[in-house]
T-cell receptor
Framework: ETGVTQSPTHLIKTRGQQVTLRCSSQSGHNTVSWYQQALGQGPQFIFQYYREEENGRGNFPPRFSGLQFPNYSSELNVNALELDDSALYLC??????????????FGPGTRLTVL | GESVGLHLPTLSVQEGDNSIINCAYSNSASDYFIWYKQESGKGPQFIIDIRSNMDKRQGQRVTVLLNKTVKHLSLQIAATQPGDSAVYFCAEKLTGGGNKLTFGTGTQLKVEL
């Protein structure tokens, strides 16, 4: 186990709704990254949070937003859900250091289904 | 642009044989290449990484080879076991790209008894 936890494990929503996914990072880690993994595909980077601020973003629309809290846990919020948002959402935590390996440890993911 | 891709979507090997999983990348501006293993219903699990200034790195039963000339990365698993059955992803971390990882599509490794 990586020490990274995510909740909920599964979620079913309907198109147009909003969803909040949660992630608790590994102890000592200050950086959280979120990825979307569609079925049969590799994870796609959504964004990263460091010191409670967004620090890098992938090619995702503004309706994907996030938060990082003082204890380094994080939330991913998705508004106006679309059918294509159905995927496994992965959270990864790391200890950020300039030029370092910054090995990322992934949680088990939240499976989101949009109907 | 950024892209990391795999040559074979599915690889079947006999238990005890060696496995080789290949990956091609197109972006030269990366400082680390990483291999992840993902079992069904779980998140990706770190296997091994290699810095861009190296060409080989060994771990326990695994070896990663990096050929920057042809932009090719491979993962070798020695004495493949049933527990190695999973999807394997290569990923790259771009220099100056923070912690953003760019993943390939993945290769399904099936170990036959």
């Amino acid at each position: 186990e990586t020490g990274v936890t995510q909740s909920p494990t599964h979620l079913i929503k309907t198109r147009g709704q909003q969803v909040t996914l949660r992630c608790s990072s590994q102890s000592g880690h200050n950086t959280v990254s979120w990825y979307q993994q569609a079925l049969g595909q590799g994870p796609q980077f959504i964004f990263q949070y460091y010191r409670e601020e967004e620090n890098g973003r992938g090619n995702f629309p503004p309706r994907f937003s996030g938060l990082q809290f003082p204890n380094y846990s994080s939330e991913l919020n998705v508004n106006a859900l679309e059918l294509d948002d159905s995927a496994l959402y992965l959270c990864a935590s790391s200890r950020n250091s300039a030029g370092g390996r910054n090995e990322q440890f992934f949680g088990p993911g939240t499976r989101l289904t949009v109907l | 642009g950024e892209s990391v891709g795999l040559h074979l979507p599915t690889l079947s090997v006999q238990e005890g044989d060696n496995s080789i999983i290949n990956c091609a990348y197109s972006n030269s501006a990366s400082d680390y290449f990483i291999w992840y293993k993902q079992e069904s219903g779980k998140g990706p699990q770190f296997i091994i990484d290699i810095r861009s200034n190296m060409d080989k790195r060994q771990g326990q039963r695994v070896t990663v080879l990096l050929n920057k000339t042809v932009k090719h990365l491979s993962l070798q698993i020695a004495a493949t076991q049933p527990g190695d059955s999973a999807v394997y992803f290569c990923a790259e971390k771009l220099t100056g790209g923070g912690n953003k990882l760019t993943f390939g599509t993945g290769t399904q490794l099936k170990v036959e008894l």
